[in-house]
């Protein structure tokens, strides 16, 4: 075997590794965000998480989740609340 082929695979090795790596912080970011959303968002749907003013002021960080979530919801259609406003169910 020779050094040129040893050195490569030690390379593609340290390649996916760093590629790993990298994977996983993005993964721990997403999950951080996910845990920063339900933290702030938490006492507005009942889950007592922290004094409800510290989240109204948290909530400018999360100005961006809060646009894409808008975005996103344009495109949902609650077809139970569709059936029950047409059966005048209250």
């Given at each position: 075997?020779s050094?040129?082929r040893?050195r490569?695979?030690?390379?593609?090795l340290?390649?996916l590794?760093?590629?790993?790596?990298t994977h996983?912080?993005d993964?721990e970011?997403?999950e951080?965000?996910?845990?920063?959303?339900?933290l702030v968002a938490?006492?507005?749907?009942g889950?007592?998480?922290i004094?409800?003013?510290?989240?109204?002021e948290?909530?400018?960080?999360?100005?961006?989740e809060?646009e894409?979530?808008?975005?996103?919801?344009?495109?949902l259609?609650d077809?139970?609340?569709t059936?029950?406003g047409?059966?005048?169910?209250?």
């Amino acid at each position: 075997m020779s050094w040129d082929r040893l050195r490569a695979f030690f390379s593609a090795l340290r390649d996916l590794a760093a590629l790993q790596a990298t994977h996983l912080a993005d993964m721990e970011l997403a999950e951080l965000e996910h845990f920063f959303t339900l933290l702030v968002a938490g006492p507005m749907v009942g889950l007592p998480t922290i004094q409800p003013a510290v989240s109204l002021e948290l909530l400018a960080d999360m100005e961006s989740e809060l646009e894409e979530f808008l975005r996103s919801s344009m495109w949902l259609d609650d077809m139970l609340g569709t059936i029950a406003g047409n059966l005048d169910v209250t």
